[in-house]
């Protein structure tokens, strides 16, 4: 695998491969020593354009267990235009010698400029770009469904069959989009709930179903239900009456959460805002599993950045 851009790049044995990967890298973890010796002497670059903490912590320590060198950028927005600061960024990493950029930026196709951009001969990595992709997330989305279905016996499996209804700020995650593609190429059925106005309208093109009605959702009994946090930072316009009607109609509230199976997942990418898509008794609940999600996250990068830097590289495989 030479880059990570949208999980759409991705075919079922390459995400199944993946995720099998990422099982070895969590049993890493759980060493005296949580490191392999695996990218010696390889630089990662993080390069953060936007807000970030557990994406950014979770790149760090994957390729810190990795044993690569790691260098991390943060800067909120940019005055200068898209293409000249991607081009400048790409030159001055080059000139660094790093051999893998990890980018989270505020423009959609943002990873894809700098992997295609002929600037850099480094493995680029989408940490998230825009309201695009965002498909380490999906990724370790998905690893967290399988693991906590299958348990020891995941290896080598996919989610067929499994039921994923994902809720909210559709329109402007790049969490939905790249589930709603990875989840599907893995087999499993996806159906989005959100208000009309945060339906994107292109969702008709996406291989998912699509409602307002959270209720009805609940009532189909979900093997795993995903909270998208309401993008505040996105909306220019109201897409909502007000915070107590969103929470009412599109929140997972204690009453919703009595009535989902005992062994639905909750889930949320984080930062979650407590009282508005998600209330604190889902999130701290038994069925959540927010923070598998987290640790999940690190498993699953560490096998990103060993098949873009490690075994894929040179060896002329697509993973
Ligand atoms: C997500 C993101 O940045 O797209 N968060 C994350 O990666 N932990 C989701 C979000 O910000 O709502």
Redesign the pocket.
Known sequence: MRHLLSVRDLTRDDAVGILDIAEDMAAVATRAVPKLPTLRGRTVANLFFED?T??RLSFESAAKRLSADVITFTAKGSSVSKGESLKDTAQTVAAMGVDAVVMRHHASGAARTLADGGWIDAAVVNA?DGTHE?PT?ALLDAYTMRKTIHGDSARGRDLDGLRVTIVGDVLH???ARSNAWLLTTLGASVHLVAPGTLLPPGVAGWPVTAGTDLDAAIADRPDAIMM??I?SERMQDAFFPNEREYAREWGLTEARLTRLPADTMVMH???MNRGLEISSAAADSARSVVLDQVANGVSIRMAVLYLVLGAGRHSGESA
Do not use: E, K, M, N
């Open positions: 970030s557990r994406t998230g965002h997330q995650s790049r969490v998208l946090r993008q990418p984080g930062p």
